[in-house]
């Protein structure tokens, strides 16, 4: 069984930064896509920002230039450095991967953790 766990979630005034990580355990076999996603209240859930194996990035435009993602394939970890925080990144950030259980399964199935609440306010 599967899990991902986020972790760096807070209360931080405008301008501050936060660090968020997502550690994916179980019986994995490869971990191809790992991202963030966020939901604010009465809003959809959107894709912030996600990394692909080999290194590659897409960033939602609000967040370029702030928000930096990265992994550590090692640890099955991804992350999410937020600088200049501002009130509208209020949100509950979810981790996302697409995850291969199996050598033969040709398509990742998608996982998701469980919410880290950020709240940006002075």
């Known amino acids: 069984q599967v899990q991902l766990v986020e972790s760096g979630g807070g209360l931080v005034q405008p301008g501050g930064s936060l660090r968020l990580s997502c550690v994916a355990s179980?019986?994995?076999?490869?971990?191809?896509?790992m991202g963030w996603y966020r939901q604010a209240p009465g809003s959809q859930r959107e894709l912030v920002a996600v990394?692909?194996?080999?290194?590659?990035?897409n960033y939602l435009d609000p967040v370029k230039g702030r928000f930096t993602i990265s992994r550590d394939d090692a640890k099955n970890t991804v992350y999410l450095q937020m600088n200049n925080l501002k009130p509208e990144d209020t949100a509950v950030y979810y981790c996302?991967?697409?995850?291969?259980?199996?050598?033969?399964?040709?398509?990742?199935?998608?996982?998701w953790g469980q919410g880290t609440q950020v709240t940006v306010s002075s």
């Open positions: 996302n991967a697409q995850i291969r259980l199996r050598r033969n399964q040709v398509v990742p199935r998608d996982y």
């Open positions: 179980g019986s994995i076999y490869m971990v191809n896509s």
């Open positions: 990394i692909f194996v080999g290194g590659n990035t």
